[in-house]
């Protein structure tokens, strides 16, 4: 076996610097365009009593060992949203948090167990406001690294031109000839039959234990994410509220939600929504993603009561979360997450 040089290796590093000093430039630039917009730093701990209700989430976990010798069980966080949003409970308006976060069962071109995740909250503005955002961040980042445009996997496309808004269902009718509206209930209760009978009809393949999430996750994986961000960076609208855990329906129509997602060469950069504000929703939607995460993985996680508390007093208010190492990559165009994190979480190699 090929013994694979460690990322410190004289010969690595001087490749990878030039992809790092661009991400200390583009780091640079974006607490200034924050600082600008009056939005404050804030710092979230990274311990979390629970590091998030999403099924397909997946934590590291500790534990604080108690004066008196119990052990308080504790997890890395997967994103600072539960800190956040008790912050805005407190009374904060614009924050802004450049802060490292952990995932399990994550690692890849585009994935590291331990990124930068680059998450900002306007409170009393609309979550449209935050697309603007992002294709300022795209510009910003674009301009840092003095490129007219971001290639990954040969796709390419302009950073600086408008990006395209596509509701979720008009992109599964343009990519997958698939009529989402069409495989839920009139009060947007999903229909796993009619799924089936869609996907067998698009000629894709599913198992028979596949949930209706699962089916929407597969079509969108293998039709519609490919397709995104190519030319123009693509803001994915509107998910179905079954697939929007954190965000509140649309108020012209509660069988979608107030979510998008950001893509730029197929790859995915953002999740922005209208945060939901009721605690009792949420709490019910954590406990279906919890049901859903002990039947595909055999574990759950505690929902944190001290954030469901505090959102019973948050203020309407968007929010959104950006994968700041990948916004790096295709600015700096470097081809793998790892290029642009400064020491990689080492990995283990077999003799």
Known sequence: MTKISPWWAPSNHLDRRPFLLGRNRILKNTRTFFEEHDFLEVETAALQTSPGNEAHLHAFETAAILSNGDRQPLYLHT???????KLLAA???RIVSFGKVYRNRERGVLHHPEFTMLEWYRVGENYEQLMQDCTHLL?????????KSFTFRNRTMDPFAEPER???ADAFMRYAAIDLLQTMSAEGI????KMREALSQANIRFA?????SDMFSKVLVEKIEPNLGEGRATILDQYPT???ALAQPCADDPRFAERFELYACGVELANAFGE?????EQRRRFQIEMVEKERLYNETYPLDEDFLQALAVMPPASGAALGFDRLVMLATGALRIDQVIWTPVAEAHSE
């Open 166 to 168: 596509l509701s979720v």
């Open 91 to 93: 009374g904060e308006k």
């Open 190 to 193: 999903p229909d796993l039959k």
């Open 208 to 212: 028979e234990d596949d949930t209706w």
């Open 242 to 244: 079954h697939e929007a």
């Open 139 to 147: 510009q910003l980042a674009a301009e840092t690294a003095q490129t």
């Open 79 to 85: 994103s600072p949203e539960f800190a956040c949003k």
């Open 276 to 280: 939901l504000t009721d605690a009792q």
